[in-house]
C-alpha cells in the first residue's frame, strides 16, 4: 500500500490542482454474488447488503461448521483503480474462507487519486436463543461478578475461595428454552478447568446452541500478604498457587528491591529501586528496579546485564476485564542515574544524568495461540510470535508530582484493539515498578512505589 502514498505524494507535489481533480477519489464494490460454498452453514444468498463497502452475509439457523469457503463474483466501480491487502498476506476475493462468524474479510480499495478505502466482507448471525442474564443468588456482587460473552459465562469470584464452590443461579433466556437434560442451578465446580454447560433451543427453529459455565477465581495473593521467609526474614513475594500462576518479583535475597511494610492491619509491597554491585561478576554497578508481577522470575547469572530474559510475564486468564484497580503510593529517588558502559566487555559504571523517576503500572490481556508455554518477556520485548495483546492500560507514576507521595487508589481503564474484538484472553500481565526504565537500568536509588489491594474489575 505504501506505493501508492508516493504515488499521491508524486501527484500533488509536481502537478497541477485542475490535473488532480480528474482522478477520482471514490473506489465502490458495486455488487457481490456467491457461486458456491462449502457445505455446514446455510447462508441467506438473496439478503446480501453492501453499505459503504462494507458487503453483509446473513446466516441462517443450523449449525455452524467452520471454516467456511465462499466462492464468489465481486464486482467494484470503474473509478477502482486497484484491491490490495490490509497486511504482508496475499489477497484472493474470489474465493473467500472465514474460520469463525465473528472474523470480516478486510481489504483495500484503491482509488485513482491514490486513497485508500476499507472494504469489509462479514458474517451475520441471525438472533438465536440467548441467556440474557445469570444472577448469582448465593454471593453478593461485592463477591463476585458475572461477564456473558460469546458463549461463555465467567464467574469471577474477587476474593479468595475454597475448592469445590457452589453456584446458585437466577437465569434469564431469551428467543429460547433450556433442553432438557442440560445442567441446573446450583451447580459445583471441582476446580478452575470444570466447565458446566447450558444447551438452549431457539423458540421457533430447531439450532442448539451450548453455553458454557466456568467459575474464574481472582488472582490469588492480590492483598499481598504471602510472603517467602528465609531466616525470619520476609525477602520474596509467595508466587501462590505456583509458578508461572500468580505473583513473582525479580527482586530477592540477591537483588533484594521489593518487600512487605505494614498496611491496613496487613501488608503491602514496597518496590524499591538500589544498586546492586556486580564488579566481583565483572559486571560492574547496576541501576535496579523494584518489580512485582504476574507471571516467574528465573535467575540467570550470564542473563544479569539483561534483567526481561529472567522475566516472564502473564499467568493463565479467560475473561475481558474493563479494568484493574489498586492502592499506591510514589515516592522518587534524589539523584536520576543511569548504568552504562563503554562496550560489551567493560563493566557497567553509574553517571547521573537529567530528569527525575518515575514509577509504571501497565497491565495486558494476552492470547498465546503458539506452541507450549507462553514466553514473553514484556512489552518492550522483541515481538513474539503466535501472542497477540488484545487490550493494554497504564499508569505512570510522575516523581515531581508530591500528591503522589500519599496512599490513594487509583483504577487502570483496559483498552481493546478492536481487531481483536472478538478473541479471549488466555493470560494477563500485571507489571509494577519503581521505575519506568529499569530495565534499561535508569531510576534513582530509593525510589519507590508502594502497592496493595489489585482487584480486577468487570
Not at 401 to 414: F, G, K, R, V
Request: glycine share 6%; aromatic share 10%.
Amino acid at each position: 500500500m505504501r506505493k501508492y502514498y508516493w504515488i499521491l505524494l508524486f501527484a500533488v507535489g509536481l502537478f497541477s490542482c485542475t490535473k488532480v481533480s480528474k482522478l477520482s477519489d471514490t473506489a465502490e464494490i458495486v455488487s457481490f454474488t456467491i457461486l458456491d460454498q462449502t457445505e455446514g452453514i446455510i447462508l441467506n444468498k438473496d439478503e446480501i447488503t453492501i453499505t459503504n463497502n462494507v458487503v453483509t452475509i446473513p446466516l441462517d439457523y443450523g449449525r455452524k461448521l467452520f471454516p467456511l469457503t465462499i466462492k464468489a463474483d465481486i464486482k467494484f466501480s470503474s473509478t477502482t483503480d486497484d484491491v490490495i491487502s490490509v497486511d504482508e498476506e496475499p489477497l484472493n476475493l474470489k474465493e473467500i474462507t472465514f474460520k469463525d462468524v465473528y472474523t470480516p474479510q478486510t481489504f483495500y480499495l484503491i482509488s485513482e487519486s491514490g486513497i485508500p478505502l476499507l472494504g469489509k466482507i462479514i458474517l451475520k448471525d441471525k438472533t438465536n436463543a440467548e441467556i440474557t442474564n445469570f444472577h448469582v443468588t448465593n454471593y453478593t456482587e461485592e463477591e463476585v461478578s458475572v461477564a456473558i460473552r460469546n458463549n461463555n459465562i465467567r464467574i469471577n469470584f474477587k476474593q479468595d475461595f475454597n475448592w469445590p464452590v457452589t453456584v446458585e443461579a437466577d437465569i434469564i433466556t431469551h428467543n429460547g428454552k433450556i433442553k432438557a437434560g442440560s445442567a441446573q442451578s446450583p451447580f459445583t465446580f471441582s476446580g478452575p478447568k470444570d466447565q458446566k454447560q447450558i444447551t438452549l433451543i431457539a423458540d421457533d427453529n430447531q439450532d442448539e446452541r451450548i453455553w458454557n459455565i466456568q467459575v474464574v477465581p481472582t488472582i490469588e495473593n492480590s492483598n499481598f500478604e504471602s510472603w517467602i521467609n528465609v531466616d525470619n526474614s520476609k525477602v520474596n513475594i509467595d508466587p501462590t498457587p505456583g509458578k508461572g500462576l500468580g505473583w513473582a518479583t525479580a527482586n530477592n535475597s540477591f537483588v533484594q528491591g521489593t518487600t512487605p511494610v505494614p498496611y491496613q492491619k496487613g501488608y503491602a509491597a514496597q518496590l524499591q529501586t538500589g544498586i546492586q554491585n556486580l564488579a566481583n561478576l565483572g559486571i560492574g554497578e547496576l541501576i535496579t528496579a523494584g518489580t512485582i508481577f504476574t507471571g516467574y522470575f528465573q535467575i540467570k547469572i550470564s542473563a544479569l546485564n539483561n534483567p526481561p530474559l529472567m522475566t516472564y510475564f502473564g499467568i493463565p486468564f479467560i475473561m475481558r476485564p474493563q479494568s484493574i484497580s489498586f492502592d499506591a503510593k510514589y515516592v522518587a529517588g534524589a539523584k536520576f542515574q543511569q548504568s552504562e558502559r563503554k562496550d560489551e566487555k567493560s563493566p557497567y559504571i553509574i553517571k547521573d544524568i537529567p530528569g527525575v523517576d518515575q514509577g509504571r503500572v501497565w497491565v495486558e490481556l494476552l492470547r498465546w495461540e503458539g506452541n507450549g508455554e507462553l514466553e514473553y518477556h514484556g512489552d518492550h520485548a522483541e515481538p513474539v510470535e503466535g501472542l497477540k495483546v488484545l487490550g493494554k492500560g497504564e499508569m505512570i507514576f510522575d516523581g515531581a508530582n508530591t500528591a503522589l507521595q500519599n496512599w490513594d487508589n487509583y483504577t487502570i481503564p483496559i483498552n481493546y484493539d478492536s481487531k481483536y474484538k472478538d478473541l479471549e484472553p488466555t493470560h494477563i500481565s500485571i507489571v509494577m515498578t519503581s521505575s519506568r526504565q529499569g530495565d534499561l537500568f535508569i531510576g534513582a536509588k530509593g525510589s519507590t512505589l508502594t502497592v496493595d489491594n489489585v482487584v480486577v474489575n468487570f
